[in-house]
């Protein structure tokens, strides 16, 4: 079982102040192992312009081995502080066939990350009708400012597409 279209790019984002690199991924099981039930958000940093990187870190803190699938990161970093933020579609909580949208943090380079559910109700990946073949609104967004983090995220609710956004500290 996979989600819609293709999910396996990776997303990067910088700290300017110190010329980190973060780049994030979903993984089918463990990085360099590959195999599983799991698809995962990985990230891996660098701060010598990307010619050394860090040892893969498990983005998303629910149970892994339960077939559960967290799919199309996006990652941003706070100018103010260097915090990170992934958002992703996650079905840790519901069916394989429906998704929820989840926010990860990080205050410590990627190191440690802790999960909130951010979209209010859980929905089923499907394309829109007279959309192109495959595209369920499947285009998240995050930005981070002066400490607030603006998860923005899409839902198929009725068969069309809705948009959310909001503020988090």
């Known amino acids: 079982r996979r989600p819609p ?3 396996l790019f990776p997303y990067t984002t910088l ?7 973060y780049v994030v991924w979903p993984n089918i099981g463990v990085p360099g192992t590959n195999t599983g039930s799991d698809m995962d958000v ?6 010598d312009q990307g010619n050394s990187w860090s040892t893969p870190v498990r983005v998303n803190q629910d149970p892994s081995g339960l077939g559960k699938q967290h799919y199309f990161p996006w990652i941003t970093c706070d ?12 079905d840790r909580n519901v ?5 929820e949208v ?5 205050i410590d380079g990627g190191n440690s990350w802790e999960d909130l559910k951010v979209s209010d109700v859980s929905f089923t ?7 192109a073949s495959g595209y369920f609104g499947d285009y998240l967004g995050i930005h981070a400012q002066s400490r607030w ?8 609710r009725l068969n069309s597409i809705h948009v959310s956004q909001s503020r988090m500290p």
């Open 42 to 47: 990985y990230m891996i940093r660098s701060a």
């Open 102 to 106: 989840y926010v990860s943090n990080s």
């Open 149 to 156: 983090v603006y998860p923005d995220r899409k839902s198929t």
């Open 79 to 90: 100018p103010a502080n260097g915090n990170l933020s992934v958002i992703y579609y996650d």
């Open 125 to 131: 990946p499907q394309p829109i009708s007279g959309l």
């Open 5 to 7: 279209r293709s999910t």
């Open 95 to 99: 069916s394989g066939s429906q998704a």
């Open 15 to 21: 700290f300017r102040s110190r010329g980190t690199i």
